[in-house]
């Protein structure tokens, strides 16, 4: 008799029954989502329907920063980069964190002290499985990116906890 752990691997049963999400793993290539200011409103929001996200996101990517799921811990692509950079929302492109406010947490997500500006990222009171959490999302497309706990390092004391999938990676500019 076949058991469903034997198969798919009880983490996976685990993970899908939370809404957990396998976000940039190496076979799975995040698409990469130019900003469009077709869809932008008069305050510079991105307005798609849900439709037309499906189609710009990956199936993990629209879990997440759609459905407000969460990739499993160590999966992700940026959880242990050290690189210099910049990490934009991978749904529409807005600059949210820099490599300079990114520590370790030891919690495999980024996790970042500050965003780049403050008004790069909206919180919102997140009431789901039972406990209270502020969740974390872009200010242009309202993504969901991940939460905000107040065990970080200084000089805020926050961690915002991201999922890898919600964000892209840019290089640095070249220094002259």
Same mark, same amino acid.
């Not at 780049?116 to 969740?135: A, L, N, Q, S």
């Given at each position: 008799m076949e058991h469903w752990y034997h198969r798919s691997g009880a983490w996976f049963f685990i993970a899908s029954s939370l809404g957990i999400?396998?976000?940039?793993?190496? $076979?799975?290539?995040?698409?990469?989502?130019? !900003?469009?200011?077709?869809?932008?409103?008069?305050?510079?929001?991105?307005?798609?329907?849900e439709a037309e996200w499906k189609k710009i996101l990956t199936p993990a990517?629209?879990?997440?920063?759609?459905?407000?799921?969460?990739?499993?811990?160590?999966?992700?692509?940026?959880?242990?980069?050290?690189?210099?950079?910049?990490? +934009?929302?991978?749904?529409c492109g807005n600059e949210l964190f820099s490599s300079e406010q990114k520590f370790d947490s030891g919690t495999g997500w980024p996790s970042f002290w500050? !965003?780049?500006?403050?008004?790069?990222?909206?919180?919102?009171? $997140?009431?789901?499985?039972?406990?209270?959490?502020?969740?974390?999302?872009?200010?242009?497309?309202?993504?969901? +990116?991940?939460?905000?706990? $107040? $065990?970080? !390092?200084? !000089?805020?004391g926050l961690r915002y906890c991201i999922n890898s999938c919600s964000l892209e990676k840019k290089p640095p500019k070249p220094k002259k």
């Open positions: 999400a396998a976000c940039q793993r190496p $076979d799975v290539a995040p698409k990469t989502v130019a !900003p469009s200011n077709e869809s932008e409103n008069k305050d510079g929001k991105i307005v798609k329907s990517q629209y879990h997440v920063m759609r459905e407000k799921g969460t990739e499993q811990a160590f999966t992700g692509a940026y959880w242990n980069t050290h690189e210099e950079g910049v990490y +934009l929302c991978a749904a500050a !965003p780049i500006k403050g008004d790069k990222v909206e919180t919102e009171t $997140d009431t789901t499985y039972g406990m209270v959490r502020t969740e974390v999302k872009c200010s242009r497309c309202g993504g969901h +990116l991940g939460h905000v706990f $107040d $065990d970080g !390092p200084n !000089p805020t």
